[in-house]
């Protein structure tokens, strides 16, 4: 097995954090089971304030507190919350966690984690404008140089609620934390209080929705006393769940975050996702504070010159303008050789990218970023930072149509189906096969993805599809159990008026549904049975103008150029994405102005326009496998001179909001060429796009006959 390479082993400077509010109860057997995930998480724990039940006496930590999160004492970082001060001033609380809780009576201090300053608060104690807290607060965050960072206290400014009244609730008492930590560019801010958890995008302290400066709060009052499920949502609340206990890990890097709720066990809610710390500059290798980053351009109505520009040489960096971000082109020129890392060579053809826009080509750690390649051999693993070459394809490995896993869990794996009847995993890096499946159908390939915790994947023989469960979870046997579902025949009951063949058949991203392409783009969706892996047509609503198929027998809007994803602004909510094919762009339908690119929400098939289509040029292929920056769709648009978006790559946001960035020009002629297509896919963190050219777009010394990968870096 080869060595992680090393620049990008863990770096020092990562740590972990693990935590959650609203914990011990004796009434309730939640602390234990949140306990529990403990057990397996290493790292600092925190807690959000309500840590025993029901008035923090020294018997409620010794009872309820102390036998489950307890015997992780001594590597906790604590803050109160009212139901501690049930004891004149939190005397439990106090006595229970000692010097780790700060000074006794104020219960507020900070302290350092890799790269990041992390700042424990009080939330019960007078905190207002010019409180001694919020003066302490200020100076604190002033003498920190750390690039990334980091406050917990009990009580929410922002929160979905159970309340009648709409719109969720703003708590005014908490305006002075966040003024102060808005302007010292903090990240994240941890909350308990509300039994739920929730999560917002970033926003300012006046909860206007805030990208580039705004912080993104976290509600996670799910340790253990009870949950209830919000009603009247907060704006910008992206996800929420008030039905599962659970813990939240946040995995702090030195310039990013990725956060993971767990739920407890026999629970099967979770969210996910990844972020970087904000603009304030680029870090050394200690977290400190460095040169100025780069800014995505996020003006949706400014039309943008291409400018002619002379094709760059391998791994080479240019920053053309108007985006001014870094470029690379990550394939050498046809015929120079390759000389991987790990031994052996090989020698570059003329056709060197990656498969296309639907398929994820950077590992799920990151490491690594496969390529096809016309020359020898035929795929081309590079690594996933520095785009220098790591190794070619295993001799034993028998591939044919693969995806990388989407878990860090099985980060090398590639899940394959071959020419014949075998589904197999196998590892990219010690040449092994994992797990493998014996398919009653020769399947013609994968045609969509896995499901985003690559557990279900649905195959098809071009007449009849299958679900397999390729990891199956208690109560159900584990792999090798063999769990998969029946054939489902799909070509003659379509009632298309041009009959029924196929493009593809693909799981949806949660693993509930199927979805199968027809000619001419035609969608339907299919139920899948959680017990039997059986799908049956999901009848819809309705149909919109236009488009194709019947509502009653499980037909959506019609979409071209798709990918699937889940919708964090929609409670989590499985969607497809795509170019508007029923030809209403430009018209009003449902109320809804619709532009060039669509989400369906597989559900009801309700619709949302995401682009505005008022001189916008073409899109083209659209892209959600940005896993670890959920949100966003990340679109190539055709060449139009004169046009919004001409030639670019653009991620739109999935809240229908409008909201757009911009990242680069493509350069690419397309004419009777397909491989010459863009086809743009973010890596998993959403800051970078590998996109294939020949070149010959507004571009000097490119030819159809050499196609390149190149890849754009906003971080």
């Not at 030195?254 to 407890?264: K, L, N, R, T």
């Not at 003659?492 to 063949?501: A, E, F, I, R, V």
Request: charged share 20%.
């Amino acid at each position: 097995m080869l060595a992680a390479p090393a620049s990008r082993r863990a770096p020092s400077s990562t740590a972990v954090v693990v935590g959650a509010g609203d914990i011990a109860s004796c009434s309730s057997m939640g602390a234990e089971a949140t306990a529990a995930l403990l057990d397996t998480i290493p790292g600092t724990v925190l807690t959000i304030g309500d840590n025993a039940y029901p008035n923090g006496t020294s018997a409620d930590f010794a009872r309820c507190y102390g036998p489950s999160w307890g015997r992780h004492k001594a590597r906790t970082r604590p803050v109160p919350g009212d139901h501690d001060y049930g004891t004149p001033g939190a005397a439990g609380y106090f006595d229970y966690f000692g010097e780790a809780a700060g000074d006794r009576g104020k219960g507020y201090y900070s302290y350092d984690l890799g790269a990041w300053h992390v700042v424990a608060l009080n939330s019960v104690i007078p905190n207002g404008p010019g409180s001694p807290e919020v003066r302490w607060l200020e100076a604190d965050l002033a003498t920190s140089s750390k690039r990334c960072i980091l406050a917990y206290f009990h009580h929410p400014r922002f929160f979905s609620s159970g309340a009648g009244a709409p719109g969720g609730g703003v708590n005014d008492f908490e305006r002075a934390f966040w003024d102060a930590l808005y302007g010292a560019g903090t990240d994240i801010v941890l909350n308990g209080d509300q039994h739920q958890y929730e999560r917002f995008a970033p926003q300012a302290p006046d909860g206007r929705l805030d990208p580039s400066r705004g912080i993104r709060e976290f509600i996670v009052g799910t340790g253990g006393a009870s949950v209830v499920a919000p009603t009247s949502i907060r704006a910008n609340s992206e996800v929420r769940n008030g039905d599962t206990f659970g813990v939240l890990k946040l995995t702090l890097e030195a310039d990013a975050y990725a956060w993971e709720f767990i739920p407890v066990a026999g629970r099967r809610f979770h969210d996910a996702g990844r972020a970087g710390c904000h603009d304030r500059g680029d870090r050394r290798e200690d977290g400190e504070l460095g040169k100025q980053r780069a800014t995505v351009l996020i003006d949706p109505a400014r039309v943008l010159r291409e400018p002619e520009l002379a094709k760059p040489a391998y791994l080479t960096p240019i920053f053309p303008e108007p985006f001014n971000l870094k470029v690379l082109r990550v394939a050498d020129d046809s015929g120079r050789a390759i000389l991987f890392r790990g031994g052996g060579a090989g020698w570059w053809g003329s056709d060197a990218r990656h498969h296309y826009s639907n398929d994820q080509p950077w590992s799920a750690d990151g490491t690594l970023l496969a390529l096809q390649n016309s020359g020898s051999p035929g795929y081309v693993y590079l690594d996933g930072e520095t785009y220098e070459p790591v190794r070619g394809p295993c001799p034993n490995y028998d591939y044919y149509d693969d995806r990388w896993h989407p878990s860090r869990a099985h980060a090398h794996e590639r899940i394959n189906v071959d020419r014949r009847r075998t589904l197999s995993w196998f590892d990219v890096l010690t040449c092994t096969v994992t797990r493998s499946w014996t398919l009653p159908l020769a399947v013609i390939g994968i045609g969509g993805n896995p499901s985003n915790d690559g557990r279900f994947v649905a195959l098809s023989d071009g007449r009849r599809f299958l679900v397999v469960d390729m990891d199956p979870q208690p109560p159900l046997a584990p792999y090798p159990h063999r769990r998969i579902g029946p054939p489902v025949e799909f070509t003659s009951d379509c009632g298309l008026p041009g009959g029924c063949p196929a493009n593809w058949v693909s799981i949806s991203s949660s693993g509930k549904y199927v979805v199968v392409n027809y000619h001419g783009d035609h969608l339907r969706v299919y139920d899948v049975n959680p017990s039997t892996l059986a799908a049956t047509p999901r009848p819809m609503p309705t149909l919109y103008p236009n488009c194709s198929g019947a509502a009653a027998n499980g037909f959506i809007y019609d979409l071209g150029h798709q990918d699937l994803t889940l919708n964090p602004f929609d409670n989590g909510e499985d969607v497809i994405v795509g170019q508007e094919h029923c030809g209403n762009r430009g018209k009003r339908v449902a109320g809804a102005l619709i532009g060039g690119v669509l989400m369906v929400r597989l559900r009801d098939g309700a619709i949302t326009p995401l682009t505005n289509p008022t001189n916008e040029a073409y899109p083209y292929h659209i892209s959600t496998r940005n896993y670890d920056r959920p949100g966003w769709a990340y679109v190539s648009y055709w060449p139009a001179p004169g046009r919004r978006f001409s030639d670019e790559i653009v991620a739109v946001k999935l809240d229908g909001s409008g909201m757009v960035e911009r990242y680069a020009h493509t350069h690419t002629e397309t004419q009777d060429c397909y491989r010459c297509e863009a086809h743009a896919v973010p890596a998993r963190d959403g800051r970078r796009m590998l996109w294939a050219s020949n070149w010959m777009g507004n571009g000097r010394a490119g030819s159809k006959a050499r196609i390149d990968a190149y890849v754009v870096d906003a971080r």
